[in-house]
């Protein structure tokens, strides 16, 4: 069936209905299988980190880059291209590239018994890749879904973001200890990035054969408003005070986490725990997060209190970030994972959350422009951050780490600041109030 960018009237009078269309479960799908593929490719070497510096005879803060930072030094530059591609042309072709670049990613991995470089390259792949995925979430929920589930759908497709992390962090463990090193270690990551290689490939293929932009018609009156064309959201955005208000305090809260999940081995080190701890800690984080995201989520999308659930999110997960120290200090597994669990259940709605928030603040700016430019600012601080807390950890202390927990709760605590100082104008949500919208017995939406 034929594509369209309006709905079709039902008779000869005005009235119009918005359909929504089953394939919408579909394209879902085909979306997650990527994004959690991108998150396991781009987070599996995470707890890892000081197995590879041995394997590979390279220092931690290659092996950091390498793997890990090298996504967010990439993502500001490729942002604006994927942007570009996702606004102009529509989602088929943004998916498409994405898919291929991690055809690619996951290809090059499986030649990591041949040397790190291997490595970097899928890797690189894997962050150009990105860029078409994470901020995409709420155009997809704009493009397929309508209004009243939007933000369960956007939430939803977020968290996949979450359970590929979950994944990534998971999977080295079965593979992998702390004292797995040398050439047992080389054979040991070869089978990890070899397994991921054969499970994601077909299923990324099928992905970029199936994934479609848009459903025959539109679901909502918001789907079918012509948004501005790239250049004018982007001149649009950087003369919004109050969103770019909003888009540096998210980069703050959202960059700390990040950095957070990055450096969390050679923090906990000096406490005794191996990788194989930080395995289970990072599973736990984002698969609490994922609860986090499915209740607080929800509760957004019926009730609009985007300012209000933000503020209260980021307040409690940076307090419990800085009391982490004195948790990892007791010495117990069982103690600062309940700790560690909590702040990743408060912390990681932050991004499903902030997806729709900023579309309701930028209407009718083009979504994926509006969330694009929030994610390069947290992408920049937690590669900023990334780096600064390296070097400090780079001498494992506990003192050190103090100082690494401390960094990251001060710069978290200034980016609920900032979502306090913010204002909250639900653009989206008014125009579709000014247009009248009202739901049918059948759930289509109609507008009068």
């Known amino acids: 069936m034929a594509e369209s960018d309006s709905a079709k009237p039902l008779n000869d009078s005005s009235t119009i209905e918005y359909k929504v269309y089953p394939q919408r479960y579909l394209i ?25 510096k041995d394997i590979y005879d390279i220092t931690l803060f290659q092996a ?22 996702l606004d102009e042309y529509g989602l088929k072709l943004g998916m498409g590239i994405a898919n291929t670049c991690l055809i690619m990613g996951f290809i090059f991995r499986f030649f990591s018994a041949s040397g790190f470089l291997y490595i970097v390259l899928g890797q690189t792949m894997g962050a150009l890749a990105f860029p078409f995925l994470l901020g995409t979430p709420q155009k997809i ?61 077909p299923l990324l293929v099928m992905s970029l054969i199936l994934f479609q932009s848009k459903p025959p018609t539109p679901p909502s009156k918001a789907a079918e408003t012509k948004k501005l064309p790239f250049k004018d959201s982007l001149k649009s955005l950087l003369a919004d005070k109050n969103y770019l208000i909003f888009c540096i305090s998210s980069g703050l809260n959202w960059g700390s986490f990040l950095a957070a999940g990055v450096v969390i081995q050679p923090i906990l080190e000096p406490f005794g725990y191996g990788p194989d701890d930080i395995s289970i800690y990072g599973a736990a984080i984002t698969l609490c997060g994922l609860v986090g995201s499915i209740v607080f989520g929800g509760y957004v999308g019926k009730t609009k209190k985007y300012k209000r659930t933000i503020i209260i999110l980021t307040s409690v997960a ?16 069982i103690i600062l994972g309940l700790g560690l669990a909590g702040y990743g259940m408060l912390l990681l709605p932050f991004l499903p959350i902030a ?17 694009g430019l929030m994610i390069v600012c947290s992408q920049l ?48 949500d008014l125009a579709e109030k000014k247009g009248q919208l009202l739901s049918n017995d059948n759930g289509a939406l109609v507008e009068s």
């Not at 090298?70 to 942007?83: C, D, E, G, K, V």
């Not at 054979?187 to 990890?192: A, C, P, T």
């Not at 900023?384 to 990251?408: R, W, Y």
């Open 141 to 201: 929920s704009a493009e397929w879904y309508r209004p009243n589930d939007r933000g369960m759908s956007t939430t939803i497709l977020s968290v996949m973001n979450f359970v590929g992390i979950a994944l990534g962090y998971a999977i080295p463990a079965f593979f992998l200890n702390k004292d797995t090193k040398g050439q047992e270690g080389l054979e040991r990551v070869s089978q990890m990035t070899q397994l991921q290689a054969y499970i994601a490939v």
């Open 64 to 85: 950091n880059f390498g793997t890990s930072l090298i996504s967010p030094a990439i993502y500001p530059i490729a942002n604006f291209i994927a942007n570009y591609v």
């Open 318 to 333: 940076n307090c419990i970030l800085l009391l982490s120290y004195p948790l990892a200090q007791t010495g117990s597994f």
């Open 381 to 428: 601080f937690y590669a900023g951050l990334g780096v600064l807390i390296d070097f400090i950890v780079e001498t494992e202390s506990k003192q050190n780490s103090l100082i690494a927990m401390t960094i990251m709760f001060g710069v978290g605590s200034l980016g609920t600041i900032g979502q306090i100082i913010t204002k909250e104008v639900l653009k989206r």
């Open 28 to 52: 879902s799908a085909l979306f997650s299988f990527s994004l959690i593929f991108t998150c396991i490719m781009l987070n599996c070497f995470n707890p890892i980190l000081t197995n590879l």
């Open 355 to 371: 997806l729709e928030y900023v579309c309701e603040l930028t209407f009718p700016v083009a979504e994926v422009t509006s969330a």
